[in-house]
């Protein structure tokens, strides 16, 4: 689904200016969700895309917003070394 502006609250700029993915009114919302607790725009999209397709945990270097999501809550989310000492542990047990 090719989707030019998806709605008035995220606009398309610059590189990105299409995007190839469907996005839906459940994904949006938890992308707004995240916007108030100071995510960047895309950053909430892409992690509101992550938790809809169940992802789960989500590795980012981006300690502003590891802090910022940590806040908001509902998501797991870790820096590399962290998400590989999880999976480790996950694998030996």
């Known amino acids: 689904m090719r989707i030019r502006t998806f709605s008035p609250y995220f606009k398309p700029t610059g590189f990105s200016r299409w995007l190839f993915s469907a996005i839906d009114a459940a994904v949006l919302k938890q992308a707004q969700y995240l916007t108030s ?42 820096l590399p070394q962290e998400a590989i000492a999880f999976l480790e542990n996950w694998y030996e047990n």
Do not use: E, N, P, Q
């Open 37 to 78: 607790y100071g995510v960047g725009h895309f950053d909430a999209l892409h992690v509101s895309c992550a938790m809809a397709g169940y992802a789960d945990v989500f590795v980012t270097t981006d300690d502003r917003l590891l802090k910022r999501l940590k806040i908001a809550g509902g998501v797991v989310a870790m």
